[in-house]
Structure formats: C-alpha cells, structure tokens
C-alpha cells in the first residue's frame, strides 16, 4: 500500500509534465531547418578540412582534438584524410576562410542555443563583427 | 531523520532564516565576481592567494579536529567522550564543505573545477587535497549517520562501520598534513619551507577546533540545556591546553631557527608581521601582536587548573585562543608567505569588502549545516532519552 | 514486503550505474570519431634538446633598449597592459636587487646598482609551477619549454605561490579592454587563468626564434643548451653568466652576462 499517496501522486504527475514539458510546448512550432550560413567564396576556401558533412558534425571534437595537439603535443600540422597538410590554427586557418564569423560560426551556434566559449580568447578577423 | 528538522521551535527556524540572509548577501557578492573575475578580491600579481585559501586552511584544521573526541573514545575507551562525539562529527562535515567552497570561490574558472579529476596529477598536493577532504566529508558524515540512525533505533552500529571510524582517526591527520604540504614545498617562500609546517598545522587544529567545538556545545547547552558532561568537558580542555601549548612552542621554534641562524630570507616575513617593513607599519602587525598577546593570555587562564576549571572563566580563555589561532592561521600565514615578494619587495594586502562577504556568506553555509545535523542529534537523543545526563 | 522494496532499489540503483556507465563509455568513442587525419610536427619546426637563453645585460643600457624587446613581446602575444598590481606581464625589467635578491651588497659598478634587468619566466629544468599545478595546465616540452595550457587552467594560482622568480600573473579581470593593438594572429587569455611566457613556442613553430630575441639585434641569444655549437653554449664559454636563484634547484634557463 502507498502511505501518503495525496502528496506522492500529484508530486509524480508535477514531476512527469515538468520533464516533458519541451515536448508538449513545442508542439506546432515549425521544425528545425539548418540555417544559412555564409560559406566561405574564393580560390583557396574550396574546401574545408575535411569533408563539409564531417565538419558539420564533428567540428567541435576536432577544434578539441587539435587544441590538445598543438598545445600540449606541439603537433601543429594536420594532415587531412585526403592527404592536404593544414596549420593547425582557430585564429589563423579556420577563420583565415570563414572570416564571416557572425554569419558563419554564429548563426548555427545561435540557433542551437550554444555558447562555445572559444570566443573568449580567440578573437575575429577585423571588420566582422 | 532529516523529518526532524520540519519539527522546530520558532527560534530555530528564525537563526536559520538569519544565516539564510548572510549567506543570500554571500551569493549575491560572489554572482558580481562570477562576471566581474577576481579584480573584486583584493589579491594581486605578487599576494596571489588571501582570505579565502587562509579561511580554507584555517577550517581544514577545524575538520581535523573531530579526530580529539573520536580518538579517546575509540582507542582509549574514554566513554564519557560518546556523548559527544556526534557533534565533533557533525562539525567537521560543516567544516569540510566550508573548505571546499573556499576552494571554489577562490578558482578563476569555477566551472573547470572537475579538470582535477578529469586530468589526475599526483605531482601536485592539491590534486591529493581534494581526494581527502572528499574522502574525510564522506567518512564523518556516513559515520556519524550511521551511529545516530543506530543510536534512535536503540540497536548496536553495524560492524563494519568500527573500521571506518578508526580509519578517520588516521585521515583526520592526513588532511591537516596534506594541506601544510600545500605551502611547506614551495621553494622560494621561506615563511612557508619548513619542515615543522604540518607539525604546527596539526597543533594548531588540535587546539582551535575542539575550542570552538566546546564554545558551541556551551551556546547549544544555553539554548537547549543539553549537558555536555563535566567531565567530557574538562577532559577536552585539557586537550586544548596541551594542544595550545605545543602550538605556541613551534611556533617558538620557527622564531628561533630564523634569529639564531641570521638567514635573512627566513627572518624577513616574520619581521613583516610585527613590525612592518622599512619603518612603514603593515595593518596586520596589530592583528599579530593581538595573537601573541591572546596566545599567551589564554595560556595563562587555561594551564592553572584551577582557572581551566573555573566555568566563568574557560570561555574567555576559549575566545581568545580561537582569536589568537584565527589570526596566526588565517592571516599571518598566507601574508606572511607572500611578503615580502620573489623580488624582497613588499606589496600589501589587505581583504576587500567583497572577499570579506563571500567568506561570511560560506560562514553562513556552514553555521547552516552544522545547526541543521546538530538539531538532529540532539532531537535524536531527546527521543531515545540519552538527552539527560546520567550520573 | 519490506525486503522485496529493498531488492527492488537494489535493482534499480545497478540498472542506472549500468546506464550511466555505458553513457561514460559513449563518451569515449565520440573521441575516437576525430581521428580523421593525423598530427604532425610543422615542417619548418626549429628543434632542440633543450632551449635556454643568455642575455647580455651589458647591451641594456637605457629605457629604449628594454622598451623594444618588451613591446615586441606583449604585442606579439596580447599582454594587455593593466594599471596596478593587478597586471599581467610576461617580460619585464627591474633592478640588480630585486631580480637577484640572493646577493646585491652597496659596491658594486653603478651600471649593476642602477641598472635594469630582464626578467622573465626562467624554463626550469625542475619548474616547481609544473609540479603544484592540480591538472596539468602547465606542463614541460621534452625541449625544456614550459609551456601553459590556457585552456585547461582552472586558475587556482597555485603555480604563482611555487613559483620562486614571480614569472606568472593572473587575469584578475578581462584582458581585453587592456590592449591597445589586438594582434589577431594570438589569441588573448580569458578572465580567471594564468599565464607567463611560453619561449614562443608558435614562432619556433615556423622556425622563427622569439620575438624578444629577433627585437634585441643579438643582445639576448636563444638556442639549444645540449649542442656545444649553439650560440648560447659559445656565449656561456666565452662570458661570465648569472642565473636567477640558482641554489633553489629548479635549473633555470635563462643566463645573464653581467
């Protein structure tokens, strides 16, 4: 038997909608669409690291991984998977491209509701903020 | 047994809303250094630690300290010390939780806290500090649960918790040593280099925290007329007066080496602390001449057993002593071991308001904590009837 | 009743370390999906056993001559220059007495009395910095290069209290309001980590020597200790050197020609 069942039961149902409360108050919103970002024009800017869906993706642990590797291994070449060797460098390389951060990096960030805290020290190219 | 706490005198709740205030303004304070980064402090590039490092090493010792009523009731036998031991229990884990959050809010990336983990480092002592205050919160507050829970029920404690106790005898020493082993291995910080550093730590614990403990067991004793037990008491203060006695004799000691040698390097910060630098008085040589004078004025009161006896008396005597060792641990040590600087230059330090009411404010977190559990004991031993003192 | 209630927690608390564990797991192999490409050294990578530097304090006669190879260095690495006690500095100059603290006495030439020194974070050999620091933020290059990891440091200071030479500081606040000149190529620190200097480990990288050594026209040498050809081994046989402390044993590696 359930002893104090008149606090427990509304305590469970308060509980339940709280957690699925995202689900039912997004009901009828429109779906997410990726939004449209900036992507880099020019001879040099083809293509990215690695492949765009990759990048996509897997940007973040890759930004991760080359931090650790070049800081801490002082391994600062990145030799892609089709072979191209890159300087592996946020401030120099990725954005030495996509020099548009605000339409670029923080477009989909924005929409995603994330912070990357990368900002905080790495600072833009000039002339795009 | 937490339910007990939903059943209190208006009083109590009124004390708890009152700490819930300081530590409100605490919050507040340390939400402006969240944003504002530690400018709010008044630390610098040459003092790098201050208020809150020295409060963390001061209430460290407090934990420690649980270990002089534990110890004497489980390797001695003296049973007159388990009335109490609860409460010695209980204020150690409001004294670790205080230390960790002095940890904390002293941290430029708070968030990053869990690298010390995620990225273990045995080379450094606070990697290991962090595993035995961890270890020490968990150890007092499942034992001292575990026995009182046992303690309601009338039945005899399980029996794997007797290892457990005796294993918090040896960690209650462990995290004071670890801690003097933060600054006793530093090269360059002569105040700090030397290898009596966890011998004081220890003597120092061994004497404030039982003080305070017994300062708040008379308060409570007021408020609730629980009786600690003449006897536990005096036998604590016993302890206290050795404990002092022995912290008063290092330190003596440290005096020694540094004037009889001549090093210049080793005299430099203790002449800081009494007299200042180059004719120039810092503000905290009047706060370390007051600790000299308490130290030795409680001494006075406590050695003679009649005056130690004297119940009129013995607070005083406590205040001071919990003054004296407050000023030499948790300020004298940390200013004393920054000034003068690498370069024999001297940078002054002084608190800011800011530090001073984040530091009430984990004052108040840990009054909270400490209310709260020693509420339950008490409430426990008034349900079981160990609450009166049996002749 | 009351035992199946216990079995049943029992059960419960297994199947959600099962379920936390196997998250943990999953945690691990998100990692392994980065290993796209590889990582290698940066092809023009200058390399040494160990670095070290000799400075020649005879050729820092006057304010200019430290001025050039400070700004060299804060520009090129965004040492934001902030008023008070508060401040940030990776290169700096201060007298015979407070750089070697161990033996200044009152006849020395007026050059040594008066004059000025470089200081900078020393390289130990033995860097009490990296023994102290709780998760490897700063660590030592098997070059002999202290390097601080910025994004790691927790900033508990620990390593400014082991330090014996004042070679760290810490950003009491935002740094960037503090810098004239932004050089986009570096990036700045954030509120709440140390940092020092780090022997431009990113120049090295593509094969130029530090900024404060190119700035200085040959007053402060940099090169391998461990090759009796390098220009630092030459200038330590030929010259009377210095070191900062030397008797605390942490094998700094940073000379003075005095």
């Known amino acids: 038997m359930l002893y104090n069942a008149k606090y427990i039961i509304p305590g469970l149902v308060v509980a339940v909608a709280a957690f699925t409360a995202p689900f039912w108050l997004n009901i009828g919103t429109p779906s997410y669409t990726y939004p449209d970002v900036a992507v880099p024009t020019g001879e040099d800017s083809k293509q990215c690291v690695e492949p765009k869906e990759w990048m996509r993706t897997q940007h973040m642990t890759l930004l991760n991984t080359w931090r650790d590797e070049a800081v801490r291994f002082d391994k600062r070449t990145y030799v892609a998977t089709d072979g191209k060797k890159w300087d592996i460098s946020l401030q120099n390389t990725c954005l030495g491209c996509h020099a548009n951060k605000v339409d670029f990096c923080d477009k989909c960030h924005n929409s995603n509701n994330v912070q990357p805290y990368c900002w905080n020290c790495h600072v833009a190219p000039k002339g795009n903020e | ?391 | 009743m009351k035992k199946s209630r216990r079995d049943f927690l029992k059960v419960a608390g297994l199947s959600a370390f099962a379920l936390g564990s196997a998250a943990a797991l999953n945690l691990g192999s998100a990692k392994a999906a980065t290993a796209e490409g590889t990582y290698e050294t940066a092809p023009a990578q200058l390399k040494a056993k160990r670095w070290a530097m000799v400075i020649d304090t005879r050729r820092f006669t006057n304010a200019a001559d430290f001025q050039k190879v400070i700004d060299a260095c804060h520009h090129e690495h965004n040492v934001p220059d902030i008023p008070g006690n508060q401040n940030v500095k990776w290169l700096w100059k201060d007298t015979f007495a407070h750089t070697f603290p161990d033996d200044p006495h009152g006849y020395m030439p007026d050059r040594i009395i008066h004059g000025n020194f470089l200081l900078l974070c020393n390289h130990c050999d033995n860097p009490p910095c990296v023994r102290v620091c709780p998760t490897g933020a700063t660590f030592r290059q098997e070059d002999g290069i202290v390097v601080m990891d910025p994004h790691r440091c927790i900033g508990c200071r620990f390593c400014m209290a082991g330090c014996p030479y004042g070679s760290r500081s810490f950003n009491f606040r935002d740094p960037l309001p503090f810098i004239k000149d932004v050089n986009t190529a570096y990036p700045p620190r954030t509120r709440g980590v140390v940092e020092k200097c780090t022997f431009c480990t990113e120049r090295l990288a593509k094969g130029q020597l530090p900024a404060c050594v190119e700035a200085s026209d040959g007053a402060i040498l940099f090169g391998d200790l461990s090759d009796p050809a390098s220009t630092v081994r030459k200038a330590l046989a030929e010259n009377f050197t210095i070191r900062r402390k030397p008797t605390l044993g942490t094998g700094p590696g940073v000379y003075y020609i005095i």
């Not at chain 2, 026995?147 to 005796?166: N, Q």
């Open chain 2, 1 to 391: 047994m937490l339910e007990l706490l939903f059943k209190g005198r208006p009083r109590f709740y009124l004390w708890m809303a009152f700490l819930a205030a300081i530590v409100g303004l605490g919050v507040i304070v340390y939400i402006f250094q969240l944003v504002l980064g530690l400018q709010v402090t008044g630390m610098s590039r040459d003092v790098s630690w201050g208020f809150y490092i020295s409060q963390f090493t001061y209430f460290v010792g407090v934990a420690a300290s649980a270990v002089m009523l534990v110890l004497p009731a489980y390797f001695h036998h003296y049973v007159k010390f388990k009335r109490v031991i609860i409460f010695g229990e209980f204020m150690a884990v409001g004294a670790v939780i205080m230390c960790m959050l002095f940890i904390v809010v002293d941290l430029g990336q708070p968030q990053r806290v869990l690298n010390v983990l995620l990225h273990p480092t045995p080379n450094s002592v606070m990697f290991w500090d962090m595993m035995v205050l961890s270890g020490y919160l968990i150890l007092n507050l499942l034992i001292g649960w575990v026995t009182l829970e046992c303690e309601r029920h009338d039945v005899t404690p399980p029996k794997w918790i007797k290892p457990l106790v005796f294993l918090s005898v040896f960690w209650a020493f462990s995290i004071h040593t670890v801690t003097a082993f933060l600054y006793a291995g530093l090269p360059g910080r002569h105040y700090w280099l030397t290898a009596i550093m966890a011998a004081r730590f220890l003597a120092s614990a061994f004497c404030s925290g039982p003080a305070i403990l017994m300062l708040l067991l008379l308060v409570v004793k007021k408020a609730t007329k629980f009786d600690p037990g003449k006897d536990a008491m005096r036998t604590l203060a016993t302890i206290i007066t050795y404990a002092m006695c022995i912290n008063v004799f290092f330190y003596l000691l440290e005096l020694f080496t540094a004037f009889y040698s001549g090093i210049p390097g080793h005299q430099h910060p203790i002449l800081f602390l009494f007299s200042g630098h180059d004719g120039h008085m810092a503000w905290v040589n009047g706060w370390m001449w007051t600790a000299a004078v308490f130290a030795i004025a409680s001494l006075a009161l406590l050695i003679p057993p009649a005056l130690r006896h004297n119940e009129a008396l013995l607070p005083w005597a406590l205040i001071m002593l919990v003054i004296a060792s407050w000023i030499d641990k948790g300020l004298g040590l940390l200013i004393g071991g920054f000034t003068p600087t690498p370069f024999e230059t001297v940078t002054n330090y002084t608190p800011s308001l800011a530090e001073i009411l984040v530091g009430l404010g984990i004052y108040g977190i840990g009054g909270l904590i400490v209310s709260a559990l020693w509420k339950i004991a008490i409430d426990v031993k008034k349900e079981t009837g160990t609450f009166e003192l049996k002749a």
